[in-house]
């Protein structure tokens, strides 16, 4: 996907793109790193939310951001795991399988979000009916499924009804530790089971991605002379899509590949190969690694934490759920 994206983009002579390079306003990257910062803070102030308080706002911080950084340079999101192994080894420790639930939790609050931006870009700019109801619907599915943890977590006892059900007619999950699982991934929704929670979780998701959008409305002044709000919001939305793309490490390709056509649809450009569009989503992807690469290797050093020791807290994590010893230690932690 990396390899077919990137022929597309560069299929034409990249004097252009050079050239828009050269004569780009750097100024507003500074800026646009600040904004960056501030997201991935209020990123974690809900990550926090979402664990019920168990994490310091500061470990919370760094935890994420070294997810994050390890996201960008690894493939198959391995900083998820490595932020629940971070959040285990703190003192008290957070169960694992909770820290994967507020992962998932937090993934349905940012599809949500997502097509949030989508319906709103679609009301600024000309489009098709069926485009419209399309992210309509596909965001009523992810406010359905965010209602439905809120459920599950104000009736545990019903998502240990809904598993046993399925047991009946799997056999594979009747195994104790599978159970003790779902108690870990109820605990981890906990904090939606109250209208304070939830509120409090959307609104922190709502204020990181507005700090994103804004962000990126400040760099579009980097290429462009008139950037548009519509342009901003599509090219966050598209180009969160981008990341659930098999690629490269980083998303080379497929990131930019989402950027340039979310520029054309919202009318910034002519045609997603034109130079600007190029230009500008070369220049905004170097921008989030920098900012990803910079906070992560920051929260290493706060957290005191080498990558072959994070590395290896990973593997035993993974060997630990898979073994006798690992259904005891998750016994042991939910007798916690």
């Not at 391995?78 to 080894?89: C, D, F, T, Y």
């Not at 990558?307 to 998750?330: M, S, Y």
């Given at each position: 996907?990396?390899?077919?994206?990137?022929?597309?983009?560069?299929?034409?002579?990249?004097?252009?793109?050079?050239?828009?390079?050269?004569?780009?306003?750097?100024?507003?990257?500074?800026?646009?790193?600040?904004l960056s910062g501030v997201g991935l803070w209020l990123r974690a102030i809900r990550w926090?939310?979402?664990?019920?308080?168990?994490?310091?706002?500061?470990?919370?911080?760094?935890?994420?951001?070294?997810?994050?950084?390890?996201?960008?340079?690894?493939?198959?999101?391995?900083?998820?795991?490595?932020?629940?192994?971070?959040?285990?080894?703190?003192?008290?420790?957070?169960?694992?399988?909770?820290?994967?639930?507020?992962?998932?939790?937090?993934?349905?609050?940012?599809?949500?979000?997502?097509?949030?931006?989508?319906?709103?870009?679609?009301?600024?700019?000309?489009?098709?009916?069926?485009?419209?109801?399309?992210?309509?619907?596909l965001g009523v599915g992810a406010l359905v499924g965010v209602i439905v943890l809120a459920?599950?977590?104000?009736?545990?006892?019903?998502?240990?009804?809904?598993?046993?059900?399925?047991?009946?007619?799997?056999?594979?999950?009747?195994?104790?530790?599978?159970?003790?699982?779902?108690?870990?991934?109820?605990?981890?929704?906990?904090?939606?089971?109250?209208?304070?929670?939830?509120?409090?979780?959307?609104?922190?998701?709502?204020?990181?991605?507005?700090?994103?959008?804004?962000?990126?409305?400040?760099?579009?002044?980097?290429?462009?002379?008139?950037?548009?709000?519509?342009?901003?919001?599509?090219?966050?939305?598209?180009?969160?899509?981008?990341?659930?793309?098999?690629?490269?490490?980083?998303?080379?390709?497929?990131?930019?590949?989402?950027?340039?056509?979310?520029?054309?649809?919202?009318?910034?450009?002519?045609?997603?190969?034109?130079?600007?569009?190029?230009?500008?989503?070369?220049?905004?992807?170097?921008?989030?690694?920098?900012t990803y690469i910079a906070c992560g290797l920051v929260g290493l050093w706060t957290e005191?934490?080498?990558?072959?020791?994070?590395?290896?807290?990973?593997?035993?994590?993974?060997?630990?759920?898979?073994?006798?010893?690992?259904?005891?230690?998750?016994?042991?932690?939910?007798?916690?």
């Open positions: 996907m990396s390899l077919v994206a990137l022929v597309y983009l560069f299929r034409r002579d990249l004097g252009g793109v050079r050239d828009e390079l050269l004569h780009a306003r750097y100024w507003a990257v500074i800026p646009c790193l600040v926090r939310v979402l664990l019920n308080g168990r994490l310091p706002l500061d470990h919370s911080f760094h935890i994420l951001n070294i997810s994050y950084f390890i996201n960008a340079v690894l493939p198959l999101r391995v900083g998820e795991l490595a932020r629940a192994a971070l959040a285990r080894r703190l003192d008290p420790p957070v169960r694992v399988f909770t820290s994967l639930s507020t992962i998932l939790v937090e993934r349905l609050l940012d599809t949500l979000t997502v097509f949030g931006l989508v319906g709103l870009t679609l009301t600024l700019i000309p489009t098709q009916l069926e485009v419209g109801l399309l992210g309509g619907l459920v599950f977590a104000a009736h545990p006892a019903w998502g240990y009804a809904l598993f046993d059900q399925f047991a009946r007619f799997l056999p594979l999950l009747r195994r104790p530790r599978l159970r003790g699982w779902v108690g870990h991934f109820l605990d981890g929704i906990a904090p939606l089971a109250s209208v304070g929670g939830l509120l409090q979780a959307v609104w922190w998701t709502a204020a990181a991605w507005t700090a994103s959008v804004i962000a990126g409305y400040v760099l579009l002044y980097a290429v462009f002379d008139d950037p548009t709000w519509a342009a901003a919001m599509a090219m966050v939305a598209l180009a969160s899509f981008a990341i659930a793309v098999p690629a490269v490490p980083g998303n080379l390709g497929p990131f930019e590949a989402a950027t340039v056509f979310a520029l054309a649809g919202a009318g910034l450009v002519d045609d997603p190969g034109a130079a600007p569009a190029v230009a500008f989503a070369l220049l905004l992807h170097a921008v989030n690694l920098l005191d934490v080498q990558i072959g020791d994070l590395a290896q807290a990973v593997q035993n994590l993974r060997a630990q759920q898979k073994t006798p010893a690992g259904e005891l230690e998750t016994a042991a932690e939910a007798g916690q």
